[in-house]
């Protein structure tokens, strides 16, 4: 999605909502129930980001060892699965298409980005690296070209 979309926390809490919905359905929770969590949750006092994060973590770590597998295991092929260049173009099509139901940010597909510096730049194709600065636009798509061809990425 690029750095945009990983750096926006929203964003974020946004996506980790989504997969533990999509987890209790896995599992046949009713959607009436999650509902009524969701209700509860809002009706108490906010809490702190640190210790409600490592709540996450603590209980996706237990629901992987009540289902016998291995958190680990899973995370790394999730992470194969999603590197792929077509799971990608369908990752960024679901996600704009949320984006149009109001419940993500819309990922536009333009390949570079302008920096808060002035200077242009691109992702490498697992968006985890960034390439530049550059000085402009056209410079940035021409070295992101050349990257691609490097990479056997095609243009």
Known sequence: M?????NNKHERVLRATEEIVEAAQCLEIPEEQVHLLIKR????????IEQEIGGVGV????????LGVSFQELT???????????????????????????????VPAEPVHLD?????????????DKHGPYDSKETAITEMHKYSREMGLGQ
């Not at 992470?79 to 819309?106: L, Q």
């Open 76 to 106: 790394e092929r999730e992470v194969t699965r999603i590197e792929s260049p077509e799971i990608m173009a369908k990752v960024r099509a679901k996600h704009n298409a949320k984006a149009a139901d109001g419940v993500a940010t819309f």
């Open 116 to 128: 808060e510096d002035g200077s242009w730049y691109f992702w490498n194709e697992t968006w985890s």
């Open 2 to 6: 690029g750095y945009e979309c990983f």
């Open 59 to 66: 209980t996706v770590l237990a629901l992987c060892e009540s």
């Open 41 to 48: 949750v809002y009706s108490r006092p906010v809490g702190e």
